[in-house]
């Protein structure tokens, strides 16, 4: 992932605000590992409602793969030493506390269809669902398994996780992106209700999936283009479209991320 830092905004990329004071907005967040920075993009009210979304990802989605792979934490004294699990064996159930190194963890992410947008379609305020993908953390994990001997239930995580909580976070980093590289007001941002208002009927519409992954070198990979979508006969619309693979080297899902609109 290429590390960079914009020259700063001076205002919030979300509201317009230009009230001091404004934060450092990390593009991919931090606790993945992100290096992209958007230096003063954010007031204290937007930056409460990002961070929140964030921080039930990174604390429910995110928890496993962020504590076995040791990502970077502001909290390092909250990293748990022992994962549990429950393990069923003859029709009885039994939770074990299990050290890191014997936890059969797995990576989880939110697989997508692509957004309906990129179809050319309105808003149809449909539910952003999605299926989950799942790759074992450790080479040995089977073994890992094995040696629990039962069918194993995860409980690690600590809050819950679903899949619009999942796209508003990439929601929030494809619009700070498409900010960061093509600049405040250079296109109509779509985004921002359901970044700040939870609006989650748009978030089918312009958060999905790729089938493929961003071209590049790195863990993360974000790229933006312009792109010309048919929206009926002799009508188009060019979106502003983020592409996303977050953790590419685990072979997980790729997003797309329409992020505004160009208007002529
Ligand atoms: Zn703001």
Same mark, same amino acid.
């Given at each position: 992932m290429i590390s960079k830092t914009y020259l &700063? =905004? /001076? $205002?919030?990329?979300?509201? /317009?605000?230009? *009230?001091?004071p404004l934060s450092d907005e990390h593009i991919i967040p931090y606790a993945l590992g992100g290096k992209l920075i958007l230096p003063t993009a954010s007031c204290d009210e937007c930056a409460k409602v990002t961070s929140q979304v964030e921080q039930q990802n990174l604390r429910g989605i995110y928890w496993p793969s962020r504590t076995h792979m040791k990502l970077p934490t502001r +909290? &390092? +004294? *909250? +990293?748990?030493k022992t994962f549990e699990v429950s393990v069923e064996k003859d029709g009885v159930e039994v939770v074990k506390d299990l050290p890191i190194a014997d936890h059969p963890g797995l990576h989880m992410a939110f697989d997508f269809d692509p957004p309906h947008a990129l179809y050319g379609l309105p808003p149809l305020g449909m539910v952003r669902t999605g299926r989950l993908s799942l790759r074992p953390i450790a080479e040995d994990n089977e073994r890992r398994l094995a040696r629990l001997g039962g069918r194993v239930t995860m409980r690690a995580g600590r809050v819950g996780y679903d899949a619009p909580t999942f796209a508003r976070m990439l929601a929030k980093t494809g619009h700070a992106y498409a900010t960061a590289e $093509? /600049? =405040? /007001?250079?296109f109509h941002p779509l985004l921002l209700d359901a970044i700040l208002r939870n609006d989650l009927s748009q978030l089918a519409w312009l958060v999905g999936g790729k089938p493929s992954v961003v071209p590049g070198e790195g863990r993360h990979r974000i790229t933006v283009d312009i792109r010309r979508v048919e929206v009926g006969r002799y009508s188009w619309k060019s979106y502003v479209v983020v592409d996303l693979s977050l953790f590419t080297d685990l072979e997980m899902p790729t997003y797309t991320i329409v992020a505004g609109e160009v208007r002529p």
């Open positions: &700063p =905004v /001076g $205002l919030c990329i979300y509201c /317009g605000t230009t *009230e001091p +909290r &390092p +004294r *909250e +990293r748990p $093509l /600049g =405040v /007001g250079a």
